[in-house]
């Protein structure tokens, strides 16, 4: 069996390690592995391939080609391990018939005022409304472009909609039934009368090769932590409404 390890590539017998398949499994990666590449993935932007290439250097300097290639196997299983990372610090890595529900895999601000976390059962009584009132901030980024994948059927989410991301299906469904005219329900779709306001203008511009402009999300407007199961994919940049009279 081929061993993915921090400091090499290596073929052995019996270890403790995550297998790269289920059935008859010939790849497994130790758990120190997986736990670097998701820190290096995190704090020093480094990919999947730079981090199996630094392996395949440290398994065999001189001649790095001859080492066994697993870097699809490193892309399959890191997204295993860091599901499972995230319903065992949550409570429901040992319960597969327990739901999450929409955004139970992430945390929102500790500071907010949150009934049955840091309010007292009678809190309605002991604050005023302003005291406890949560204020939110909406904001985007529209240089953050994805592009269509060639093969998106096998995108596979392991946690759609659990996260901070919406959850794919009904936000898609929303999209198509939204209208895409220069009048949406009362409200007249304009273009920037701005000279070169590029974020407003490149709302129409044909995309056809993107799958999102850019990324919008909400977060508490004191803290700045982003609220579970708000963040969105954009489809036409930052374009703007006005209501009809």
Same mark, same amino acid.
């Given at each position: $069996?081929?061993?993915?390890?921090?400091?090499g590539?290596?073929?052995? !017998?019996?270890?403790?390690? #995550?297998?790269?398949s289920?059935?008859?499994?010939?790849?497994?990666?130790?758990?120190?592995?997986?736990?670097?590449?998701?820190?290096?993935?995190?704090?020093?932007?480094?990919?999947?391939?730079s +981090? =199996?290439?630094?392996?395949?250097? +440290?398994?065999?300097?001189? #001649?790095? !080609?001859?080492?066994? %290639?697993? =870097?699809?196997e490193l $892309?399959?299983?890191?997204?295993?391990?860091? %599901?499972?990372?995230?319903r065992?610090?949550? /409570?429901?890595?040992?319960?597969?018939?327990?739901?999450?529900?929409?955004?139970?895999?992430?945390?929102?601000?500790?500071?907010?005022?949150?009934? /049955?976390l840091?309010?007292?059962?009678?809190?309605?009584?002991? =604050?005023?409304?302003?005291?406890?009132?949560?204020? =939110?901030?909406? %904001?985007?980024?529209?240089?953050?472009?994805?592009?269509?994948?060639?093969?998106?059927?096998?995108?596979?989410?392991?946690? %759609?909609?659990?996260? @901070?991301?919406?959850?794919?299906?009904? @936000?898609?469904?929303?999209?198509?039934?939204?209208?895409?005219?220069? !009048?949406?329900?009362? +409200?007249?779709?304009?273009?920037?009368?701005?000279?070169?306001h590029?974020?407003?203008?490149?709302?129409?511009?044909?995309?056809?090769?993107?799958?999102?402009? /850019?990324i919008?999300?909400?977060?508490?407007?004191?803290?700045?932590? +982003?609220?579970?199961?708000?963040?969105?994919?954009?489809q036409?940049?930052?374009?703007?409404?006005?209501?009809?009279?």
């Open positions: $069996m081929t061993i993915v390890h921090t400091e590539i290596f073929s052995h !017998e019996v270890w403790v390690l #995550f297998p790269a289920i059935s008859k499994p010939k790849t497994a990666f130790t758990f120190d592995v997986l736990d670097h590449f998701l820190i290096d993935a995190l704090e020093c932007k480094t990919s999947a391939m +981090f =199996y290439q630094k392996l395949k250097r +440290f398994t065999n300097n001189a #001649f790095p !080609e001859r080492v066994p %290639d697993r =870097y699809r $892309m399959r299983v890191s997204q295993l391990w860091r %599901d499972l990372k995230h065992k610090w949550f /409570g429901f890595g040992h319960d597969a018939g327990k739901d999450s529900g929409d955004g139970g895999l992430a945390l929102f601000c500790p500071a907010c005022p949150q009934p /049955g840091n309010l007292p059962a009678d809190w309605k009584v002991q =604050y005023d409304r302003d005291t406890v009132m949560r204020q =939110y901030v909406i %904001d985007g980024n529209f240089t953050a472009q994805h592009m269509k994948m060639n093969k998106p059927e096998l995108d596979v989410a392991l946690s %759609d909609g659990k996260g @901070y991301m919406v959850s794919e299906g009904p @936000y898609q469904n929303h999209l198509q039934q939204s209208l895409d005219s220069k !009048e949406v329900r009362g +409200f007249k779709v304009l273009e920037s009368t701005c000279s070169n590029r974020a407003i203008n490149a709302a129409n511009i044909n995309k056809s090769n993107l799958r999102s402009t /850019g919008g999300a909400t977060a508490c407007a004191q803290h700045g932590c +982003f609220v579970p199961h708000s963040v969105v994919d954009f036409k940049g930052e374009r703007w409404v006005k209501c009809l009279d």
